[in-house]
């Protein structure tokens, strides 16, 4: 695998990511990704992804509840502006913290049993936070409205404001959404705070991932994926390192619920859908199921065809066979339009089976595949890398 | 002194009666085996042994505490390893990192969260996991990935892992089942070399050829009790043996 375990390699690695996250706003800009919403999605995503892949990927434990945490998060954060300050440090710390304390209970539950029963426990635990959400908590999350902030809080270390309008979350008096316009080989970049504070937070989820994967405990993880009747019989407890991977998932879904709250200060129990919690299943196999850098490919591509495709309508791409004369050009926009705008999804699910079919461990391993064969062609260099 | 000691232990499966009354006493430093026709129940009383079935009535007492009631996880930090009837290996892992798995449970215990520092650091853990793997003569599959190996080097490969833990007592369920002639003797040369250290064994096998040259003393299984037990030169003879044997789906 490209992610060979050599320290040097690992080095490189997370080097190559900090640039590319860094240089996120300039990388993007041509692909028409380099505006502070879709980045920030990116790395929020990104965070979510890594972290279900610490349980689905090493454990091989497949949560269908996670957007619960992702939910639990984001309300945590919004009472943190509501309570507190508008600074988002609290409000992101809180999040992990509550996120984590809920899989907690989750987690010591639902790994009672393995398998589908495990799938279907989170999933059922989920839906309940769902619906909870929007009936007997609603003092909490005020239900269909959802959760936001109002100038009669009391943010006790906020001093009031002076003006009567609703203050802006923001790190240390920088407001999250400032962004910084700048001209370069005629291309507008956006350098926005908000972004950066979420890329702050990926490196280090990123960071943390790997250290993990490279640990002593990470072995164990991948362990209790290949044989947990031998780990037993080895003398090693499966259940307190399963409940450690579903916790630290939970809390990684918590950081990336409270960066939502943090971009934009509202929570609602949309968030906890099982649609949500599917939609990271699929980033995480797309990119490459226990691979580090994969989850995040997944979500980074997920989230991007989803902005881009469901942006075009049938004028965008009448335009785009503008080319062929007129008869072809109908049949083209008619072929393609199911695809585009509302109908984003199926060209997800398209490109989801054909990567399934062809790539069975994700787009990493067309990835690796790439690598071996330039490597090959390059001229005899052995590549001795144990896969992952 | 004896490591081991099973007293009229009995388990029912429905009206099956797998093991009637066993008893067994396994002296420290030596080999035991347990041979039988196949349903004889052998498999049965090293589960009881290990925390996976739990007897209905009996004792289990290893090194003067009991084994009855805890977890196979407890049972093997207490010193007892265990090899299965099909090699129970962690198939998606290198052969390395099978041995070393064994290691760390050893020197931490049943659960420890050191998701900080690096594996690579645990240069003493490897530097065993290596050792033993030469041992077993499988330092040049470090690397591979164990579900790939052979039939025969997968056993070797769980005995390894076993031996990296220094274990007080081994069990090990037909450890040659399903081998040729020739991989048969290599195991149980094997065996003797291992069991010349002085690790304590107890090793199952339907064929009791195999066992006669390896143990010290054996216990004859049939229906789910024993029917004799003493010194192999004194099995061989005995008529209650031959004709579980001969009476048996076995010839
Ligand atoms: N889990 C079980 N449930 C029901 N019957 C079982 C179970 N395990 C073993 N048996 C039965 O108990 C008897 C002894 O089996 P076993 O201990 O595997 O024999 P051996 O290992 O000597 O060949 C057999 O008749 C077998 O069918
Ligand atoms: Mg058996």
């Given at each position: 695998m490209?992610e060979?375990?050599?320290p040097?390699?690992?080095?490189?690695?997370?080097a190559?990511?900090?640039?590319?996250?860094?240089?996120g706003p300039?990388?993007l800009?041509?692909?028409?990704?380099?505006?502070?919403d879709l980045?920030?999605?990116?790395a929020i995503f990104?965070i979510?992804?890594i972290?279900?892949n610490?349980?689905?990927?090493?454990?091989g434990y497949l949560?269908?509840?996670?957007?619960?945490?992702?939910?639990?998060?984001?309300?945590a954060?919004?009472?943190?502006?509501?309570?507190?300050?508008?600074?988002?440090?609290p409000?992101?710390?809180f999040?992990?913290?509550?996120?984590?304390?809920?899989s907690v209970?989750?987690?010591?539950?639902?790994?009672r049993?393995?398998?589908?029963?495990?799938?279907i426990?989170?999933l059922a635990?989920a839906?309940?936070?769902?619906n909870?959400?929007?009936?007997?908590?609603?003092?909490i999350?005020?239900?269909?409205?959802?959760l936001?902030?109002?100038l009669s809080?009391?943010r006790?270390?906020?001093?009031a404001a002076?003006d009567?309008t609703?203050?802006?979350?923001?790190?240390?008096?920088?407001?999250m959404?400032?962004?910084?316009d700048v001209e370069?080989?005629g291309?507008g970049?956006?350098?926005?705070?908000?972004y950066?504070?979420?890329?702050?937070?990926?490196?280090?989820?990123?960071?943390?991932a790997?250290?993990i994967?490279?640990s002593p405990f990470?072995?164990?993880l991948?362990?209790v994926k290949?044989?947990?009747?031998?780990?037993?019989?080895?003398?090693?407890?499966?259940?307190?390192?399963?409940?450690a991977a579903?916790?630290?998932?939970g809390m990684?879904?918590?950081?990336a619920?409270?960066l939502?709250a943090?971009?934009?200060?509202?929570?609602?129990?949309e968030?906890?859908?099982?649609?949500?919690?599917?939609?990271v299943?699929?980033?995480?196999?797309?990119?490459?199921?226990?691979t580090?850098?994969?989850?995040v490919?997944?979500?980074?591509i997920?989230?991007?065809?989803?902005?881009i495709?469901s942006?075009?309508?049938?004028?965008v791409?009448?335009a785009?066979?503008?080319?062929?004369?007129?008869?072809l050009?109908?049949a083209?926009?008619?072929?393609t339009?199911?695809?585009?705008?509302?109908?984003?999804?199926?060209?997800?699910?398209?490109?989801?089976?054909l990567?399934?079919?062809?790539?069975?461990?994700?787009?990493?391993?067309g990835v690796t595949?790439l690598?071996?064969w330039v490597?090959g062609r390059?001229?005899?260099r052995q590549?001795?890398?144990?896969?992952? | 002194?004896?490591?081991?000691?099973?007293?009229?232990?009995?388990k029912n499966?429905?009206?099956?009666?797998a093991l009637?009354?066993?008893?067994?006493?396994?002296?420290?430093?030596?080999v035991?085996?347990i041979?039988?026709?196949n349903g004889?129940g052998?498999?049965?009383?090293?589960?009881?042994?290990?925390g996976?079935?739990e007897p209905?009535?009996?004792?289990?007492?290893?090194a003067?505490?009991?084994?009855?009631?805890?977890?196979?996880?407890?049972?093997?930090?207490a010193g007892?390893?265990?090899v299965f009837?099909?090699?129970?290996?962690f198939g998606?892992?290198t052969?390395?990192?099978n041995?070393?798995i064994?290691?760390l449970?050893?020197?931490?215990?049943?659960?420890?969260?050191?998701?900080?520092?690096?594996?690579?650091g645990?240069?003493q853990?490897?530097?065993r996991a290596?050792?033993?793997?030469?041992?077993?003569?499988l330092e040049g599959?470090?690397l591979q990935i164990a579900g790939t190996?052979?039939?025969?080097?997968?056993?070797r490969?769980?005995?390894?892992?076993?031996?990296?833990?220094?274990?007080?007592?081994?069990?090990?369920?037909?450890?040659t089942a399903?081998m040729a002639?020739?991989?048969?003797?290599?195991?149980?040369d094997?065996?003797?070399?291992?069991?010349?250290r002085?690790l304590?064994?107890v090793?199952i096998?339907h064929?009791?050829h195999?066992?006669f040259?390896?143990?010290?003393?054996?216990?004859?299984m049939?229906?789910g009790?024993v029917?004799a037990?003493?010194?192999?030169e004194?099995?061989?003879g005995?008529p209650k043996v031959q004709?579980?044997?001969?009476?048996?789906?076995h010839?």
């Amino acid at each position: 695998m490209i992610e060979s375990i050599s320290p040097r390699n690992d080095r490189l690695l997370l080097a190559g990511f900090i640039l590319a996250v860094v240089l996120g706003p300039i990388i993007l800009a041509p692909f028409g990704a380099g505006y502070p919403d879709l980045l920030q999605k990116f790395a929020i995503f990104g965070i979510f992804a890594i972290g279900f892949n610490i349980l689905f990927g090493l454990t091989g434990y497949l949560s269908f509840g996670h957007a619960a945490f992702l939910g639990v998060g984001s309300y945590a954060a919004v009472w943190m502006f509501k309570l507190l300050t508008m600074n988002v440090i609290p409000a992101i710390i809180f999040a992990v913290i509550v996120s984590g304390l809920f899989s907690v209970v989750i987690g010591y539950i639902s790994l009672r049993r393995s398998g589908i029963y495990f799938s279907i426990l989170t999933l059922a635990f989920a839906q309940m936070s769902y619906n909870l959400a929007y009936s007997v908590l609603t003092p909490i999350t005020n239900g269909e409205t959802g959760l936001q902030i109002t100038l009669s809080d009391p943010r006790i270390l906020d001093a009031a404001a002076a003006d009567r309008t609703l203050p802006l979350s923001n790190f240390f008096g920088l407001p999250m959404n400032r962004t910084w316009d700048v001209e370069l080989l005629g291309m507008g970049l956006q350098f926005n705070v908000g972004y950066y504070v979420c890329a702050v937070a990926l490196i280090a989820g990123f960071y943390i991932a790997m250290r993990i994967f490279r640990s002593p405990f990470g072995l164990m993880l991948r362990a209790v994926k290949s044989n947990q009747n031998r780990m037993l019989y080895t003398g090693l407890n499966t259940r307190p390192y399963t409940l450690a991977a579903f916790v630290i998932s939970g809390m990684y879904a918590g950081l990336a619920g409270g960066l939502m709250a943090a971009t934009d200060p509202l929570a609602g129990a949309e968030r906890m859908q099982w649609t949500a919690s599917g939609e990271v299943v699929l980033m995480t196999i797309l990119g490459g199921a226990g691979t580090l850098l994969g989850p995040v490919l997944g979500a980074g591509i997920i989230k991007y065809c989803e902005q881009i495709f469901s942006s075009f309508n049938d004028q965008v791409v009448a335009a785009f066979f503008g080319f062929l004369p007129d008869w072809l050009r109908d049949a083209a926009v008619w072929i393609t339009s199911p695809f585009v705008g509302d109908g984003w999804h199926l060209t997800l699910g398209v490109v989801f089976m054909l990567v399934i079919i062809f790539l069975p461990g994700g787009l990493m391993e067309g990835v690796t595949r790439l690598i071996r064969w330039v490597r090959g062609r390059a001229g005899g260099r052995q590549v001795t890398v144990p896969a992952e | 002194m004896s490591l081991l000691t099973v007293r009229n232990l009995s388990k029912n499966f429905g009206g099956l009666k797998a093991l009637d009354n066993v008893n067994l006493t396994v002296e420290q430093g030596s080999v035991h085996a347990i041979i039988g026709p196949n349903g004889a129940g052998k498999s049965t009383l090293l589960n009881c042994m290990v925390g996976r079935l739990e007897p209905d009535t009996g004792i289990v007492d290893f090194a003067g505490v009991s084994l009855l009631g805890l977890t196979p996880f407890q049972i093997n930090q207490a010193g007892v390893a265990r090899v299965f009837q099909t090699p129970e290996i962690f198939g998606d892992l290198t052969v390395l990192e099978n041995v070393m798995i064994p290691a760390l449970a050893r020197r931490d215990g049943p659960f420890r969260l050191n998701g900080w520092a690096p594996i690579r650091g645990e240069a003493q853990i490897e530097r065993r996991a290596r050792a033993t793997l030469a041992d077993l003569g499988l330092e040049g599959q470090a690397l591979q990935i164990a579900g790939t190996l052979s039939r025969g080097d997968k056993r070797r490969l769980e005995l390894a892992m076993c031996l990296v833990q220094e274990p007080k007592l081994l069990l090990l369920d037909e450890p040659t089942a399903g081998m040729a002639r020739a991989d048969t003797n290599r195991t149980i040369d094997l065996l003797k070399t291992i069991a010349g250290r002085g690790l304590t064994m107890v090793v199952i096998e339907h064929d009791m050829h195999v066992v006669f040259s390896l143990a010290q003393r054996i216990s004859v299984m049939a229906q789910g009790t024993v029917i004799a037990e003493d010194v192999p030169e004194k099995i061989k003879g005995n008529p209650k043996v031959q004709e579980a044997y001969l009476g048996g789906a076995h010839a």
